[in-house]
């Protein structure tokens, strides 16, 4: 929010990767991407500014708000993947596109009903063990077709997986909290 960085519009139409000074890529250092953002949030905070008045101030919320954003996104693996895939020209489209690969779907059927069979926690424990894996699996999956292979349409078809997975740990997740309730 210097004077003698860009105008704050130009600042707002920068990509996320741009916004925090870091290769857009999947692989990213989460403290570097923890430092810049309370950097970026110091310089934009509000309070800065307010000697400058209510418009000043105004703007200062909205670049935080801006910063917030880029953060959640960025430090969010399966959310950073979707973006990568979206600047890249290959968007997730996940609302009206939900085909998947059919080894995929038989694993999936396979854990809801190792889930709905469940009696215990500990079961339910070793469920969510096994989708745990295979969701950091899926994420090495999607680094290396995005930053080594640069297949952006095989990425989209991870990601949506791991939206599918990871729903599936929260789904597990509600299903041991009703069992301890019990």
């Known amino acids: 929010m210097n004077e003698s960085a860009q105008p704050l519009s130009a600042q ?3 990509s996320d990767f741009e916004l925090f000074g870091v290769s857009a890529q999947f692989a990213q250092d989460r403290d570097q991407l923890d430092a810049r953002w309370k950097d970026l949030q110091r310089e934009a905070h509000p309070d800065k500014f307010a000697s400058q008045g209510t418009a000043a101030q105004r703007v200062a919320m909205q670049w935080s708000v801006r910063i917030n954003e880029a953060y959640q996104r960025l430090k969010d693996p399966m959310r950073r993947a979707a973006y990568l895939c979206e600047l890249g020209g290959a968007p997730i489209q996940a609302e009206n596109n939900t085909a998947m690969p059919a080894a995929f779907l038989m694993q999936h059927m396979e854990w809801r009903e190792a889930m709905d069979d469940a009696t215990d926690p500990d079961a339910l424990e070793a469920l969510m063990d096994e989708v745990q894996q295979a ?7 999607c680094a290396q077709l ?16 791991l939206m599918f997975i990871e729903k599936f740990l929260h789904d597990i997740e509600t299903r041991i909290d009703q069992l301890d309730a019990s």
Do not use: E, F, S, Y
């Not at 969701?135 to 999956?141: F, H, I, P, W, Y």
């Not at 995005?146 to 997986?161: C, E, N, S």
């Open 135 to 141: 969701q950091k699996n899926a994420l090495l999956q």
């Open 12 to 14: 707002l139409a920068v």
């Open 146 to 161: 995005i930053d080594t292979a640069h297949d952006l349409p095989a990425a989209v078809q991870q990601v949506r997986g």
